[in-house]
């Protein structure tokens, strides 16, 4: 009677025990399918590549797979329901995006929502996660490459043939005055005119002008999920600083001996290293970061020049410059598995002492330029370890045009007047710089 009375309560606790664990286990199962929240969808398309991220307050587990004829990319989402947030992205496709022609959501089955990104050409997608940093939660990032990607050199070639040619021409001609002044002096006697044709050698060879073309780098900072600092009035400045320099590479575009090179031309991110990278592939001659950074004390006011450091900030607020420009990456999103840590150890170990010393000398020049229209917040180049200053081969400076966090300078910054006089303050430097520093001859046939 007792034992039968021991089986009827254990019967009792094993329902028991199991109607609990299924209770847990379909607890769960909800949690995975209702309790992800879409918080929000982005699609950045650039030539270099289009950016789709979709944030969520959980991470979720994603799976892809590269359809052909016609090309396709179909991405499958773990633990959530088809929503009016993911239809959004539908019409966030741009007729002008270089990769994606339409995108198609639904639900694939339950748990389970379906991207499939119809393609313009073939792809080469990195898929991945990012866990919350800054203002974001959970990121699904899903970058597509063109299977064949872009020469940035070779563009830059094409977009400043004219110009090659132009200048090709003006140096042969005054290579024909110089060698016809050199058969004149051997034939001509002695006397004042034989003098006069050495003098006329010698003034065509000081005034020759740069033997090639300088390429300058404009580099706007952050772009894309990076949005950089924000002012109180909503300004945001990855946008201010890409119109800026899109106005320095009007600029240049002007001058005869000059041609620019934007490592981003439109609202996308480009890592940091991958900007030092662009600047080396079109062999630029100077390397221009732009920015319109904020600091902690909203009175913090006028423009500064930096430079590389190897010996440490020259300065605390430099440190936290650089500290806060080179978390750019993580707020970006960049995909630590396809980082190239090789050339990002090699940048990181090949600065120069050259490097820096031309740097300084640059930035001294744009420094004074700017200091004569507008406020400065140290008369000096100010030094500390950035990530985007580091191409061994190239000077490289970063102008913090204003304090964006600056109510007053924010207003500036946003002023058309302003954007124009800084950018043409920039060229002044540059042009300056490189009249006491022409160029060496190329490396290659760029």
């Known amino acids: 009677m007792q034992k039968a009375s021991v089986n009827t309560s254990r019967r009792k606790y094993l329902s028991t025990s199991a109607k609990l664990m299924g209770f847990i286990f379909l607890f769960s199962e909800i949690d995975i399918a209702w309790g992800a929240k879409i918080l ?35 991405v499958d989402v773990q633990g959530m329901e088809f ?6 992205l539908v019409a966030k496709v741009k007729p002008n995006d270089p990769y994606v022609s339409q995108i198609r959501v639904g639900q694939f089955q339950p748990g389970v929502v379906r991207l499939v990104f119809d393609l313009k050409e073939p792809v080469k997608p990195q898929l991945f996660t990012l866990d919350p940093v800054a203002e974001y939660q959970y990121r699904m990032v899903l970058d597509l490459y063109p299977a064949i990607p872009p020469d940035p050199l070779m563009e830059l070639v094409k977009s400043s043939a004219r110009k090659e040619s132009a200048l090709e021409k003006a140096n042969e001609e005054i290579d024909l005055i110089a060698q016809f002044a050199a058969k004149k002096e051997k034939e001509a006697p002695r006397g004042p005119v034989a003098q006069a044709i050495p003098d006329l050698k010698e003034r065509t060879t000081q005034s020759k002008p740069y033997q090639r073309l300088i390429t300058i780098a404009i580099d706007p900072g952050h772009g894309g999920e990076d949005p950089g600092a924000i002012g109180t009035m909503g300004s945001k ?12 590479r009007e600029k240049i575009e002007g001058e005869a001996y000059m041609r620019p090179f934007l490592t981003r031309d439109g609202d996308y991110f480009v890592p940091l290293h991958a900007r030092v990278q662009k600047a080396r592939r079109v062999e630029a001659d100077l390397f221009v970061s732009i920015h319109a950074d904020a600091f902690i004390e909203p009175r913090a006011k006028g423009a500064s020049v930096f430079a590389l450091s190897q010996m440490g900030a020259s300065s605390t607020m430099a440190r936290w410059m650089a500290n806060k420009e080179n978390s750019s990456d993580l707020i970006g999103g960049i995909n630590i598995k396809t980082q190239d840590k090789q050339v990002a150890n090699l940048l990181l170990d ?10 300084l000398q640059v930035g001294r ?18 030094q500390a370890s950035f990530a985007v200053l580091k191409a061994p081969d190239i000077p490289s400076i970063l102008v913090e045009t204003a304090f964006i966090s600056n109510p007053q300078e924010e207003a500036r910054l946003n002023d058309d007047a302003y954007q124009d006089r800084i950018a043409e303050a920039i060229l002044r430097g540059i042009k300056e710089y490189f009249s006491k520093n022409p160029p060496v001859a190329r490396r290659t046939n760029a």
């Not at 507008?374 to 100010?382: D, F, I, Q, T």
């Open 40 to 74: 929000g969808v982005r699609i950045w398309p650039a030539e270099d590549y289009t950016r789709i991220t979709l944030e969520s307050d959980k991470a979720l587990p994603i799976t892809q797979q590269l359809l052909s004829n016609p090309d396709r990319l179909v």
């Open 83 to 88: 929503n009016s947030t993911l239809k959004d």
């Open 237 to 248: 400045e990855k946008h201010i600083v890409l119109s800026i320099a899109k106005r320095l």
């Open 350 to 359: 090949m600065s120069t002492t050259a490097q820096i010393k031309d740097s």
């Open 365 to 382: 020049s744009i420094l004074k330029q700017i200091g004569g229209f507008a406020s400065l917040h140290k008369g000096n180049v100010e």
